[in-house]
Nanobody
């Protein structure tokens, strides 16, 4: 009923840049927040960046000053611009949505939704 579709991952050299996109589609009533998390092998999933409906942002300590999250309200799309990439940024990046979804004409359901993940590899 709701899909979060990521794109933009890939292989990049240290110091390089990548831009991730995540488009939300389906019976979305409202978007409370969208963001990005990442998970490296044998590590727990961690917050990368989040942006709320009123534009407030929050970043993980390891990416502050290098990554920027933004959002296109009209397209229900969130972007993550990643600059000065480091090998330790290598991970699967997951899009997250804190959404209100219309289940029936009179019913709205609030839940967390996740994309399928996109691999980012930083290596020379």
């Amino acid at each position: 009923q709701v899909q979060l579709v990521e794109s933009g991952g890939g292989l990049v050299q240290p110091g390089g840049s990548l831009r991730l996109s995540c488009a939300a589609s389906g019976s979305i009533f409202s978007i409370n927040a969208m963001g990005w998390y990442r998970q490296a092998p044998e590590k727990e999933r961690e917050l990368v960046a989040i942006i709320t409906s009123d534009g407030r942002t929050n970043y993980g300590d390891s990416v502050k000053g290098r990554f920027t999250i933004s959002r296109d309200h009209a397209k229900n799309t969130v972007y993550l611009q990643m600059n000065s990439l480091k090998p330790e940024d290598t991970a699967v990046y997951y899009c997250h949505g804190d959404l209100d979804v219309r289940i029936t004409p009179l019913s709205i359901h609030h839940d967390d939704y996740w994309g399928q993940g996109t691999q980012v590899t930083v290596s020379s």
